[in-house]
């Protein structure tokens, strides 16, 4: 029990991203479904069995419970990212306007992402998860995760190309 | 190449996520209340066993009342028991109570008339002794 509270403490806020990411940004419903997740990991429903590593367990059962939650709702899984909350950036000076930009472009990008494509992409690149491992979270096979990744950077790649400057910046090093 | 182009989106991915301005809200009172949740679902889980069990309990008692009650042979007739009084003491032959005393004598001495012309005590006695004709 101890051992799985500090377990579950030291993925607290990783979980509690994933579970936003997981609810479309929407606040309310991913600590209800972080919740749910510790309630049926104290009341043994959920049971890590050591198949997977613990935090690709743990964000399966997020995923899920949320899927579960929405079903309920009957609210679609993702809205479009523009009602999505986002911090405010207080742009000051071109550095920052530079970068609000960059930042505005990347979301277009991703908005032209599928879900899956979208979920693979948070769990490698935002959690350090392995593809092996987002397949697992994702409920999917290994193959079908790696094609995932793998189209949402050509899709990313392609929509950032078509803003030009950051692309080219990135790759000219500079 | 690969792998800058890589580094290069996930760094993009990581500055643009959308709601990575948002916190995770208290762990300790997030598990105080998952643990009251799990407890309260504990205890309602029991609360529905026990009342499945109860009825279960009340099914089986009324199923065994019900099946006691077709196998339960019902009572003898006042008749059947006057009749059954008779025939289990031979030597009473008091008359069953439909039947007044006058009339039973009668029919008494009648059965006596037509034992001995049907069955003569000299062929009952010969009978008796011999097996053969109880084969």
New interface residues.
Partial sequence: MNEL?TR??SL??A???WA??CSA?V?QD??DG??AT??AL??GSACFKGQSSFKSFLFAVIRNKIRSQARKKKVRRLVG?DD????KVEAQGSKALE?AE???A??RA?EELSPKQRDV??LV??HDLTIEEAAQVMGVRLGTARTHYKRA?EG??RE?MKGGL??KS??T?T | MEERDDRYLRESYNQARPHSGERAPDFESMMERAQDASRARRHAGRRVWLAAAAVLLAVSVAVFSLMSADTELPEASPQAQSVEAVTDDEDRLAAPSVVDDERWEELVELADELWEEEYPTDFLLVSLENDELWE
């Fill in positions: 509270a579950l403490e607290h806020e979980a509690f991203q936003l990411h940004g606040r991913a600590e972080l919740q510790y309630e104290l009341d990212l999505v909350r986002t911090p970068d960059r930042r505005r990347i979301r991703l992409l948070e690149f935002y950077k990313m790649r950032l950051q692309w990135a790759t090093g």
